[in-house]
């Protein structure tokens, strides 16, 4: 990051997620993964057997929140969100991963 990006000082978060709803077959994870590559976010998303999407994201608290909005009430086009959960929210030193994959 820059020295004059606002968002360097940001407390680093960990989160893992879960979409719930018609999130197969519209190119879900493609979404995530490319919003996220563009955000600076790091971590994976897969589709499940049971048919949500499955995910961690990691970095500013302020970009995994806007992520997290997105997750939550926009998705990709055909997609229709019916709930996403959040789960183990926590402060860490340094990111744990490299880029944003899609994990199969």
Same mark, same amino acid.
């Given at each position: 990051?820059?020295?004059?990006?606002?968002?360097?000082n940001? @407390?680093?978060? *960990? =989160?893992?997620?879960?979409?719930?709803g +018609?999130?197969? !077959? =519209?190119y879900? @994870? +493609?979404?995530?993964?490319? &919003?996220c590559q563009?955000l600076g976010?790091? !971590?994976?998303? +897969? /589709?499940?057997k *049971?048919?949500? &999407? $499955? #995910?961690?994201?990691?970095?500013? %608290?302020? $970009?995994v929140d806007q992520?997290?909005?997105? $997750?939550?009430n926009? #998705? *990709? @086009? #055909? *997609?229709?969100?019916? %709930?996403?959960?959040?789960t /183990?929210?926590?402060?860490i030193?340094? $990111?744990?991963?490299k #880029?944003?994959?899609?994990?199969?």
């Amino acid at each position: 990051m820059a020295a004059d990006d606002p968002l360097r000082n940001e @407390p680093l978060v *960990s =989160v893992e997620f879960e979409v719930f709803g +018609k999130v197969q !077959g =519209v190119y879900f @994870p +493609k979404y995530v993964r490319d &919003i996220c590559q563009q955000l600076g976010i790091c !971590g994976w998303v +897969k /589709n499940t057997k *049971s048919g949500t &999407i $499955l #995910g961690k994201m990691q970095g500013p %608290r302020a $970009l995994v929140d806007q992520m997290a909005q997105w $997750l939550t009430n926009v #998705g *990709s @086009p #055909g *997609s229709q969100i019916d %709930r996403c959960e959040f789960t /183990n929210w926590e402060g860490i030193s340094r $990111l744990q991963y490299k #880029g944003y994959v899609i994990r199969f």
